[in-house]
């Protein structure tokens, strides 16, 4: 349990990574329309208004690669906390891995067959380690289905 504990708080860190780079975003932006008024009344020139919207870009890029990598750990933690619905046994952070690899490698083969992103269903296929059941998890809503053939 100790370790998902700490999962917990790799999740807590990106929040507030994530929060942080967007106080940046907007602390860059601030800067560039301050920029621009400067330039515009010949007060700056324009180095700065580069320098501030290479600045609001590089924070941007930064917030969107901390958000996604924040799904990714919250999608996977609460995998690896949910129970088998069949025997009750918790799934386990391996097992939570190698459904996420699994999904990886069906979107793969779906690319290359060139298969419509669309008709892709969004879900993980678990395989309990105690009882060997199957179940789906719903990446997006977070929530696990039972009834799989």
Not at 115 to 131: A, E, G, I, L, M
Request: net charge positive; aromatic share 14%; with cysteine.
């Amino acid at each position: 349990m100790a370790q998902l504990s700490t999962l917990g708080h790799m999740s807590t860190l990106y929040d507030t990574l994530r929060k942080l780079f967007l106080l940046f975003a907007l602390v860059s932006l601030a800067g560039l329309l301050y920029s621009i008024w400067g330039v515009t009344t010949g007060q700056m020139k324009w180095f700065y208004i580069i320098f501030c919207f290479l600045g609001v870009v590089g924070t941007c890029f930064t917030y969107v690669i901390v958000t996604a990598k924040g799904i990714f750990l919250r999608r996977r933690e609460t995998l690896a906390q949910m129970a088998c619905p069949s025997c009750g046994a918790v799934f386990g952070m391996e097992t939570a891995l190698q459904a996420r690899s699994d999904y990886e490698e069906r979107w793969k083969d779906a690319r290359s067959h060139q298969q419509n992103p669309k008709d892709f269903q969004p879900y993980w296929h678990v395989r309990c380690p105690k009882c060997q059941k199957r179940a789906l998890f719903q990446k997006d809503t977070l929530t696990l289905e039972s009834n799989v053939a």
